[in-house]
């Protein structure tokens, strides 16, 4: 637990722009209730919210660094860990008394004040029985044990499985930085899903062929539990095949993030000259990694053509490149294939963000 302050820290962003936001279906949102001791929750789009002035409400927008150059920018102030552990930032705006009640994050969370005031209560990790029938994850059992009033520019960090509880103190605004930490199960489940659709090698399967008739046909056949228990046990997936796959489980973007191509295709030449001339970044949604000779973007596997490792990493650990370094990754036409084909489909932008 720790808690630190960003001095002379302004909000980027205003609650009438993080209420458009909602308003839109393209927005992942929620609004979280509590009237008259009664937790209520409302998903977005919302087009209309409660009064400001009336107490005990939140309203909770997710990725809003997908959906803003500037919060994009505040969220790779968080680079200090891997990408591919670094999920979105998530924005809740409440009036006096609104939060969502205690509950626990199964990943590290770094909580930013951003306007007015709000108080956090903590618990060590413990019990995590829910109330039941609530529209929310809420603790039956919390008993915290410290409490912080955070205020403009504060952050408090708060470590996995750790219980919590943010009160608005008027009325307020948090910043939520999520980290991913997928589970062996989601992990597995992930794993085991891809390999069924896209088999490598032979697939055997089962055959009759010399049974005689059944003389207790509700019995499980032997035969056909045996194979069936040595294709479980005897099944391995080779190392290539397992670095690959996580590599585009890391990258796989956010079910509710989808790309939007440019407006109008660029010839070869015309890409390269505006790409020279302005420099390449990321997408705000676009998640790009590698490991050894292997580029993953948004859920996808490429081999780095020869010669293009470089300018491959260097887009992925700056999430851009510069005019004069565009220029000398598109001499390669294998490179300058692939970052126009990007660019098609949504995943590369010419030039630099907006302010």
């Known amino acids: 637990m720790a808690r630190q302050a960003l001095p002379h820290f302004v909000s980027p962003i205003e609650p009438e722009r993080l209420f458009a936001m909602a308003a839109s279906d393209e927005v992942d949102s929620r609004l979280v209730s509590a009237f008259d ?3 209520a929750m409302q998903r977005g789009p919302i087009a209309r919210l409660p009064a400001r002035r009336k107490p005990g409400w939140s309203l909770l927008v997710n990725g809003v660094d997908r959906h803003d150059d500037v919060m994009s920018a505040l969220l790779q102030r968080f680079r200090f860990v891997p990408d591919a552990r670094l999920d979105d930032l998530m924005v ?15 990943y590290d969370v770094f909580l930013l004040q951003a306007r007015g005031k709000r108080r956090w209560r903590i618990s060590p990790p413990g019990d995590e029985r829910l109330v039941s029938g609530a529209p929310l994850k809420l603790l039956a059992q919390f008993e915290p044990t410290e409490s912080w009033l955070l205020e403009p520019g504060d952050m408090l960090y708060v470590p ?12 307020c605004m948090t ?23 896209s088999p490598t090698g032979p697939d055997p399967r089962f055959s009759d062929r010399g049974r005689i008739a059944a003389q ?4 499980l056949p032997a035969d056909l539990v045996g194979q069936l228990q040595t294709w479980a046990r005897t099944w391995q997936p080779t190392a290539a095949e397992i670095d690959r796959f996580i590599g585009c489980y890391l990258t796989e973007p956010s079910p509710s993030v989808w790309f939007d191509g440019p407006e109008r295709t660029l010839s070869e030449s015309a890409f390269k000259r505006t790409s020279t001339a302005t420099g390449l970044r990321l997408d705000r949604c676009t998640r790009m990694a590698w490991r050894g000779t292997r580029l993953f973007i948004n859920g996808e596997s490429i081999d ?3 010669g293009t490792r470089r300018w491959l990493r260097r887009l992925a650990d700056e999430r851009s490149l510069s005019p004069v370094d565009a220029g000398a ?25 907006s302010d």
């Open 37 to 39: 001791g009664q937790w």
């Open 92 to 106: 809740s705006f409440a009036t006096d008394g609104g939060g969502v009640g205690p509950h626990v994050d199964s």
């Open 160 to 171: 996995p499985g750790w219980g919590h509880e943010g009160v608005a103190d008027g009325e």
């Open 175 to 197: 910043f939520s930085i999520g980290f991913r930490a997928p589970s062996r199960h989601e992990f597995l489940t992930a794993f085991l899903s891809a390999a069924s659709d």
């Open 216 to 219: 207790r046909p509700g019995e």
């Open 304 to 306: 780095a053509p020869p």
């Open 329 to 353: 990754a598109l001499e390669h036409a294998a490179l300058a294939d692939l970052l126009r084909d990007w660019h098609e489909a949504g995943w590369l932008l010419i030039g630099k963000a």
